[in-house]
């Protein structure tokens, strides 16, 4: 099967920065669209940035401007670099990946474990 650890998160001041990272390992023979959501308490989950297998991305509104995803694909790892965090950012980060086992496979989605990321301000 595949697993996705995520690692990063942390407890920053308000303006401050962190890196998150979502390596994918396992049954894997292509890694289309990756993403990373969030969940804060009492929330619903939702996108905050997405990443095409060509690089395309797309932001939630309230990221646009201080976060950046990126991946590797060499490394089958994503990334999330968060600037100007807010304390409104708080929240656990999941990472998400469409996968494709074999040549000609449909793509199954997998989650990681999440990583708790809390601003103070």
């Known amino acids: 099967q595949v697993q996705l650890v995520e690692s990063g998160g942390g407890l920053v001041q308000a303006g401050g920065s962190l890196r998150l990272s979502c390596a994918a390992s396992?049954?894997?023979?292509?890694?289309?669209?990756m993403g990373w959501y969030r969940q804060a308490p009492g929330k619903q989950r939702e996108l905050v940035a997405a990443?095409?297998?060509?690089?395309?991305?797309n932001y939630a509104n309230s990221v646009k401007g201080r976060f950046t995803i990126s991946r590797d694909n060499a490394k089958n790892t994503m990334y999330l670099e968060m600037n100007n965090l807010k304390p409104e950012d708080t929240a656990v980060y999941y990472c998400?990946?469409?996968?494709?086992?074999?040549?000609?496979?449909?793509?199954?989605?997998?989650w990681g474990q999440g990583t708790q990321v809390t601003v103070s301000s």
């Open positions: 998400n990946a469409k996968i494709r086992h074999y040549p000609g496979s449909w793509e199954s989605p997998y």
């Open positions: 396992g049954s894997i023979f292509s890694i289309n669209a």
């Open positions: 990443i095409t297998l060509g690089d395309h991305t």
